[in-house]
């Protein structure tokens, strides 16, 4: 019953070779995020999908970009991969609808573990 | 801001014991607020949460309270068990202007060890 997916759970690249991660989810939600955590820190935002529209963070490197096709899947392009993007990527969902709804909880996939060699 | 840091505040508490996990947040304009369990190599699992027109909530062997005044939340969980184990992280739902309307800004994570 698994609603938040994330494929594959470790992934292996080497320094400036494009990766894809993927993200699916069961819950129909409208937006889906995705985070970046390295050890003992707090997950920290790249962007999210509000439906179709994007929404990037303004700190977020454009070595990062993103594809939502449809509602249920979501990817995380790293276009060349430096040694310092290994780390966690998290995907998350939530239901909110555009622009309003501040009491929205976040649902988080199991993650994703980058190793740039 | 976000979190920075490479050292977790650590919690130690024995088997059966009950433990408090604290958590100051920074914007008095947060309405509200959610409580993540992240156990090793895992995504963040969601514990409880709680709004702003409350002061407490609570879930199984789970207390969350909020203190407005101080901007601080607080975890109780009853009667630790070993699976408690975990990194627990508090997030805010912060109001924000600009693209999305609300952001989930994370706390430092406090590293929770349950000694049998």
């Known amino acids: 019953d698994a609603m938040v997916i994330q494929n594959p759970r470790y992934q292996v690249t080497q320094f400036g070779k494009p990766v894809t991660l993927s993200c699916s989810q069961t819950l129909n939600h409208n937006v889906m995020y995705w985070y970046q955590q390295k050890s003992s820190q707090a997950p920290k935002l790249l962007f999210h999908?509000?439906?179709?529209?994007?929404?990037n963070e303004a700190d977020t490197p454009d070595n990062f970009q993103s594809r939502r096709p449809n509602t249920s899947f979501c990817f995380l392009d790293i276009r060349s991969p430096g040694l310092g993007d290994a780390a966690m990527y998290l995907c998350a969902t939530s239901r909110v609808p555009f622009g309003l709804a501040s009491t929205d909880t976040q649902y988080f996939g199991p993650g994703t573990r980058l190793t740039v060699l | 801001g976000e979190s920075v840091g490479l050292h977790l505040p650590t919690l130690s508490v024995q088997e059966g014991d009950n433990s408090i996990i604290n958590c100051a947040y920074s914007?008095?304009?947060?309405?509200?607020f959610i409580w993540y369990k992240q156990e090793s190599g895992k995504g963040p699992q969601f514990i409880i949460d709680i709004r702003s027109n409350m002061d407490k909530r609570q879930g199984q062997r789970v207390t969350v309270l909020l203190n407005k005044t101080v901007k601080h939340l607080s975890l109780q969980i009853a009667a630790t068990q070993p699976g408690d184990s975990a990194v627990y992280f508090c997030a805010e739902n912060k109001f924000r202007s600009g693209g999305s309307n609300y952001k989930l800004t994370f706390g430092k994570g406090t590293l929770l060890t349950v000694n049998p």
């Open positions: 914007n008095s304009a947060s309405d509200y």
């Open positions: 999908y509000y439906d179709k529209d994007f929404n």
